[in-house]
């Protein structure tokens, strides 16, 4: 019986998103595996391409046992069946995770000397790169052009994470963690590639989760937010080729690929870091749920029960500030702010009506609108929004995935830059603070 070559595998008839996997020579090669099995796990179609140096790392053995196809990193092999041109010509999706300096660089300039690189050149489809690298190579001027030019060119290149690298050092270089790999890969399959990298050379920041403003070392007045809203903005925003920086109040989800992230828990931390990320920015989103009251004074020590039923503490509140209508107020020409409402409808006015007054009062240029009557929304998977333009527009989407509702959000956000609507409504400052 003849062997199986490799273009034998090639699904011709079989309806799964068809995705190659390259992988390339770094330690992080040990989590593609995950990656891949994420991705065949939620019905992918995977061939893996790894690198020689990428097979130093983790043996072909490996990568075909869990893809359940042949694998090979030359283009030597089955050379009468051309899979260094068919492999990229039929793929859905290409991922190349990690995507190493010498993979960055070789990608950026067009080299075609083994068979992920020759993949990369011939595929028409959206491309996802996750770099993983050591700090010192991620932020070197020849990387960062290298990933200028293929974010021109509409490839996503993912941030790295920060965090412990291969050594005791720590620092940006990171692979994303393969489940938000694999959320960024979905996302581009699912959108096919229609807004592949329209937002690349754009620094957003989002903030996500609710904040939680202390009463004792024991206790908080909190909210219900779980901040999945907010991770998919942020998700969304670097798999369209932001440079996203999240800023995240007492959430517990993984976090999105490809982000910074900077933990808060109360809502004058949050403030602090909203304001700071927001300097060089040119897209801030408030989807964080915020306090608008704090406890007067946080007690030392626990606060204690008596044996006197009568004795019941009080506490006096005093107001947060306003983030999103100091955010408004001290936004840098150009900048577009996008506010979030958690609105209920009252015998006064429906949910709209409340949010278009809150629009007005907040000044910023979106607002995206909730009906979050009876507590729906807040931790669950899907959302249904009204998004509302200061000019008096509204685009509703129905109930749908947060992850299709953040789509939908940068799509208003795109449209407004486009439309330089942003700058005319810069121009009249005047913010009435709720
Ligand atoms: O996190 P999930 O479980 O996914 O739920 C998502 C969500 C419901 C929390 C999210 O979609 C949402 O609606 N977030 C905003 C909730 C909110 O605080 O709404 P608000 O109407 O109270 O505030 C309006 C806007 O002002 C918001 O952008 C808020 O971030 C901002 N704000 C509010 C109070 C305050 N002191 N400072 C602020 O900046």
Not at 40 to 49: A, Q
Request: with cysteine; aromatic share 2%.
């Amino acid at each position: 019986m003849a062997a199986t070559t490799l273009s034998d595998t090639i699904p011709t008839d079989d309806a799964r998103p068809r995705v190659v996997l390259g992988v390339s020579g770094g330690i992080a090669a040990y989590k593609a595996c995950t990656l891949l099995r994420i991705l065949t796990e939620t019905g992918h179609d995977v061939r893996v391409v790894p690198t020689r140096a990428a097979l130093e790392f983790v043996g072909a053995p490996t990568w075909a046992a869990l893809s359940g196809h042949p694998v090979s990193a030359s283009t030597w092999d089955d050379v009468h069946e051309v899979p260094h041109v068919r492999l990229g010509q039929r793929a859905d999706l290409v991922v190349v995770a990690p995507a190493t300096a010498d993979l960055l660089a070789r990608a950026a300039h067009g080299l075609a000397d083994d068979l992920l690189t020759n993949v990369l050149l011939t595929a028409r489809c959206p491309v996802l790169l996750a770099p993983a690298m050591h700090t010192e190579m991620w932020q070197h001027p020849a990387t960062q052009a290298n990933v200028a030019l293929l974010r021109s060119r509409g490839v996503v290149v993912l941030d790295p994470a920060s965090g412990r690298l291969t050594g005791a050092d720590t620092g940006p270089g990171r692979l994303p963690e393969p489940e938000a790999i694999a959320a960024a890969a979905v996302r581009l399959l699912a959108r096919g590639g229609a807004d592949v990298g329209d937002l690349a050379g754009l620094r957003v920041v989002v903030s996500a989760g609710g904040t939680r403003e202390p009463l004792d070392p024991v206790r908080y007045l909190g909210n219900r937010s779980s901040g999945k809203q907010g991770f998919a903005l942020a998700g969304a925003a670097a798999a369209r080729g932001a440079h996203v920086r999240l800023v995240a109040a007492n959430t517990v989800l993984p976090l999105p690929g490809g982000v910074e992230v900077t933990a808060v828990g109360t809502a004058l931390e949050l403030r602090t870091a909203m304001l700071a990320a927001a300097g060089d920015a040119d897209v801030v989103v408030m989807a964080a749920a915020v306090a608008d009251f704090r406890p007067a004074q946080v007690a030392e020590h626990k606060i204690k029960k008596t044996d006197d039923p009568d004795d019941t503490p009080v506490v006096r509140l005093v107001r947060n500030p306003d983030i999103l209508a100091e955010l408004v107020a001290g936004r840098r020409p150009g900048q577009v702010v996008v506010g979030f409402a958690a609105e209920t409808g009252d015998e006064s006015a429906d949910v709209l009506t409340h949010a278009r007054r809150k629009l007005a009062r907040k000044g910023c240029d979106l607002l995206v609108v909730n009906d979050v009557s009876g507590g729906q929304v807040f931790g669950q998977e899907h959302n249904a929004v009204t998004v509302l333009d200061a000019a008096g527009g509204a685009v509703p989407v129905p109930l749908s995935t947060k992850e299709a509702v953040a789509d939908a959000v940068w799509d208003a956000v795109r449209h407004r830059l486009d439309t330089g609507a942003a700058d005319d409504d810069a121009a009249d400052g005047d913010v009435d603070v709720m």
